[in-house]
């Protein structure tokens, strides 16, 4: 149990274009679903919380009109990169958590890497 | 928010016990200890989590002092494939949900 999925898993598009990014919880419901980001050889990056029905919360440095969170279900939430630059070619990761507690494991998806030209 | 501070690497010869210890000094009292694994190009793996003592699962070994200011992740006999990225993170809640931030993690370099 406690599965997530994310797709696609790798995606390339031509700088300026928007993409999308799902995350879904498969075997359970998540009330809260994370957007993380990691560069080549670094560490995961927190950019957003999100819970359902809600608006996300963006760390700090992440633009929320650059990053799209849609966490329209307790099973899917969406990361949209608009206008996408060849910096922004990373490897997005979400998680999802039932409860969003302290206490609660978050469950990550496999991640999607993302190359823009 | 707590911060965390592990080693940056380990090499470890297979079929030993690997201890990777974590340090939080500035855990709060509510705040659980996560271990997790990362292979290259995946997402990280849950592999153990613990207030305080001990933990034990069929992977690994959490271990916890009494003042919870450190821990240790313990993998008996590692074998080639424990090869990963493993990170420690302490539980912030922020906003009535949890949000974690992850250190540098530690590379272990399981060695045949």
């Known amino acids: 149990g406690a599965v997530v999925s994310q797709h696609p898993s790798r995606v390339i598009c031509k700088s300026g274009t928007s993409v999308k990014i799902e995350c879904r919880s498969l075997?359970?419901?998540?009330?809260?679903m994370f957007w993380y980001r990691q560069f080549p050889k670094q560490s995961l990056m927190l950019m957003a919380t999100s819970n359902e029905g809600s608006k996300a919360t963006y760390e700090q440095g992440v633009e929320k009109d650059k990053f799209l969170i849609n966490h329209a279900s307790l099973t899917l939430s969406t990361l949209t990169v608009t206008s996408a630059h060849p910096e922004d070619s990373s490897f997005y990761i979400c998680?999802?958590?039932?409860?969003?507690?302290?206490?609660?494991?978050?469950?990550f998806g496999p991640g999607t890497r993302l190359l823009v030209l | 928010l707590a911060k965390t501070t592990q080693p940056i690497s380990m090499d470890s010869y297979e079929g030993q016990e690997v201890n990777i210890t974590c340090s939080h000094n500035?855990?709060?009292?509510?705040?659980?200890i996560t271990w997790y694994q990362q292979f290259p190009s995946q997402g990280p793996r849950f592999i153990i989590q613990?207030?305080?003592t001990k933990v034990t699962n069929e992977v690994a070994s959490l271990f916890i002092p009494a003042d919870r200011k450190s821990s240790t992740l313990s993998l008996p006999r590692v074998s080639l494939s424990d090869t990963a990225v493993y990170y420690c993170?302490?539980?912030?809640?922020?906003?009535?949900?949890?949000?974690?931030?992850f250190g540098t993690g530690t590379k272990l370099q399981v060695i045949p």
């Open positions: 075997d359970f419901q998540a009330t809260t």
């Open positions: 993170l302490v539980g912030d809640r922020s906003g009535g949900y949890q949000k974690v931030t």
């Open positions: 613990g207030y305080k």
């Open positions: 500035n855990i709060a009292t509510n705040d659980y």
């Open positions: 998680s999802a958590s039932r409860s969003g507690l302290a206490r609660e494991t978050q469950y």
